[in-house]
């Protein structure tokens, strides 16, 4: 059997960081930040059981430099620049593929130049879902298990409104964060999350 022509590599680095080549395609997605912070959180849990930091430590920690891959603001706008400017960047908002999943999908074979038949879109569709990959979330886990690790523990919601489960407090110190981390950035904060516009 020949080996296959197109390798998949997921990644979260920065596009500072991330290797870069003119013959690759990057498809960037990202999503609300207060739902990346909850979703950091369930992470950090799910690996460190009653190892994993108070929610202040936490909360500090997003809102940093030390943040793994860089902060949202940065992280976002670093990939957002490179969609503008090079034609093998596709940028993606989480959001958009809960309310058009179908239209995503289209987006992303037509940018990978990879046609889809009416049979196989439905299939890509229906294994991009959320409740199909729950059901085999130890394909997609990311860590290796721990002794805190809880089966089951990988995908919590996928819900469009993950944002609601952090508290006001500290939604308000993420949304302040991020809003003045991107004064002067190119990427439209506003046309996709209202509540970052000044």
Same mark, same amino acid.
């Given at each position: 059997? !020949?080996?296959?022509?197109?390798? &998949? &590599?997921?990644?979260?680095?920065?596009?500072?960081?991330?290797?870069?080549?003119?013959?690759?395609?990057?498809?960037?997605?990202?999503?609300?930040? =207060?739902? #990346?912070? /909850?979703? #950091?959180?369930?992470? &950090?849990?799910?690996? /460190? !059981?009653?190892?994993?930091?108070?929610? @202040?430590?936490?909360?500090?920690?997003?809102?940093?430099?030390?943040?793994?891959?860089? @902060?949202?603001? +940065?992280? =976002?706008?670093?990939?957002?620049?490179?969609?503008?400017?090079?034609?093998?960047?596709?940028?993606?908002?989480?959001?958009?593929?809960? $309310?058009?999943?179908?239209? =995503? +999908?289209?987006?992303?074979? %037509?940018?990978?130049?990879?046609?889809?038949?009416? *049979?196989?879109?439905?299939?890509? =569709?229906?294994?991009?879902?959320?409740?199909?990959?729950?059901?085999?979330?130890?394909?997609?886990?990311? /860590?290796?298990?721990?002794?805190?690790?809880?089966? !089951? !523990?990988?995908?919590?919601?996928?819900?469009?409104?993950?944002? /609601?489960? +952090?508290?006001?407090?500290?939604?308000?110190? &993420?949304?302040?964060?991020?809003? $003045?981390?991107?004064?002067? %950035?190119?990427?439209?904060?506003?046309?996709?999350?209202? *509540?970052?516009?000044?």
């Amino acid at each position: 059997v !020949g080996a296959r022509s197109q390798r &998949i &590599i997921k990644t979260h680095l920065p596009a500072s960081l991330c290797p870069w080549s003119e013959s690759a395609r990057f498809v960037y997605v990202t999503r609300h930040p =207060v739902a #990346c912070f /909850a979703s #950091c959180v369930d992470f &950090i849990r799910m690996l /460190a !059981g009653p190892l994993t930091p108070p929610l @202040p430590d936490l909360l500090d920690w997003f809102c940093s430099d030390q943040m793994w891959w860089s @902060p949202w603001p +940065v992280h =976002v706008e670093g990939w957002w620049r490179r969609a503008q400017e090079r034609s093998n960047v596709l940028f993606v908002h989480y959001e958009e593929m809960l $309310e058009d999943l179908p239209g =995503v +999908v289209d987006r992303v074979a %037509a940018f990978l130049e990879t046609p889809l038949d009416a *049979e196989e879109r439905h299939a890509v =569709v229906g294994r991009s879902r959320f409740e199909y990959m729950k059901a085999r979330e130890e394909l997609f886990e990311m /860590a290796p298990p721990t002794p805190f690790s809880v089966a !089951g !523990g990988f995908f919590r919601s996928g819900s469009r409104e993950r944002h /609601a489960d +952090v508290g006001p407090g500290e939604r308000e110190r &993420i949304l302040a964060f991020c809003r $003045e981390r991107l004064r002067g %950035a190119r990427y439209p904060a506003a046309r996709f999350y209202p *509540e970052l516009a000044e």
